[in-house]
Structure formats: structure tokens, C-alpha cells
């Protein structure tokens, strides 16, 4: 039996057909979807479809990545997040709780989305922001810079948030 430590000590394991990253036995990857030789897929994680996970990225927890979604660089998806669609979440991003990144969207450099939040369409979080709670970024909306959209906020449209600004509450821009 092979195995490999995940971080929590070792357990067992194998090498993807697609690509020869890392995946837990306990996880699960399509041998349509692509793991590249440093990423990781582990605990009860998914990734299904021409979904692709590569460079040093993890997913992890009950994630699922799926559709032609891509996670990659330093990038973490877990605990029930899902990444569908065209997605991408890149740099050191991190897409977690029950958060759903969608479609078109994107997430990266430091940025977090989790919660149950939702980042979709041609929606772009980047640099130190932070999208949470029931929050909602979608259409052409960016949310950048230290910007934070919680609670039931809606960032839509062509909105830009940027700097220190905070939007939440019912508020819908």
C-alpha cells in the first residue's frame, strides 16, 4: 500500500493517472480531470470533470472542483466549497466554508471567499480581499485592494470595490 502525508500523517494514497499529483484514496478524482505532479486531493475531496488542479494547489475537506474549473499556484479550495464551471482560483487564494466560486469568475493573489458566499459570472476578487457570509459578487464586479463584501451584500454589474472600503448588510450596488 502507498501512502502520503497530506500534512496530518501519512495515509494511503496514489499517484493521478492524468497529470501524477498526489490523491488520497479517500478523495476522489475523474481520469478526465488533470492533478499535476505537486498538487493535492485529499480527505473527502472532488474533482470531477475536465476540472484541473496544478502547481502547488490543494483541495481538500469536501471540496468539489468541477466543469473545466482550474485551481492552481498556492491555491487552497476545502472544507464544502465548490469551484464549477470556467472558474479559476489562483496565487494564494483560498475558496472555503460552503462558498461557491462560478462560471467565469475568478479569485487570486490573496483573496478569500468563504462562508456562503458566491463569486460568479465575470466576477474578479483579487489582491486582500475578502467576500463572506451571504455576500454576492457577480456580472463584471471586481472586489480588490483590502475591500470586504459580507454579510448579504450584492457587488454587481460593473462595480468596482476597492482600498479599505466595506460593503455589507442588505446593501445591492
Not at 480527505?43 to 474549473?69: I, P, S, Y
Not at 466560486?101 to 490573496?110: G, H, L, Q, T
Amino acid at each position: 500500500m502507498t501512502t502520503f502525508d497530506f500534512g496530518s500523517g501519512s495515509v494511503p494514497a496514489h499517484r493521478h493517472c492524468n497529470g501524477g499529483g498526489w490523491v488520497a484514496d479517500t478523495a476522489f478524482v475523474a481520469d478526465t480531470a488533470f492533478v499535476a505532479c505537486n498538487a493535492r486531493v485529499f480527505d473527502n475531496a472532488r474533482v470531477l470533470g475536465h476540472a484541473t488542479v496544478q502547481g502547488n494547489a490543494q483541495v481538500f475537506g469536501n471540496a468539489m472542483v468541477f466543469g473545466n474549473a482550474v485551481v492552481y499556484d498556492n491555491a487552497r479550495v476545502f472544507n464544502n466549497a465548490l469551484v464549477y464551471g470556467n472558474a479559476q482560483v489562483f496565487g494564494n487564494a483560498m475558496v472555503y466554508g460552503s462558498a461557491r466560486a462560478s462560471r467565469d469568475a475568478m479569485v487570486f493573489e490573496n483573496a478569500m471567499v468563504f462562508d456562503t458566499a458566491w463569486v460568479f459570472d465575470d466576477a474578479r476578487v483579487f489582491g486582500n480581499a475578502m467576500v463572506y457570509g451571504n455576500a454576492q459578487v457577480f456580472g463584471n464586479a471586481m472586489v480588490f485592494e483590502n475591500a470586504m463584501v459580507f454579510d448579504t451584500a450584492w457587488v454587481s454589474s460593473n462595480t468596482h470595490v476597492s482600498g479599505d472600503t466595506i460593503v455589507s448588510g442588505d446593501v445591492r450596488m
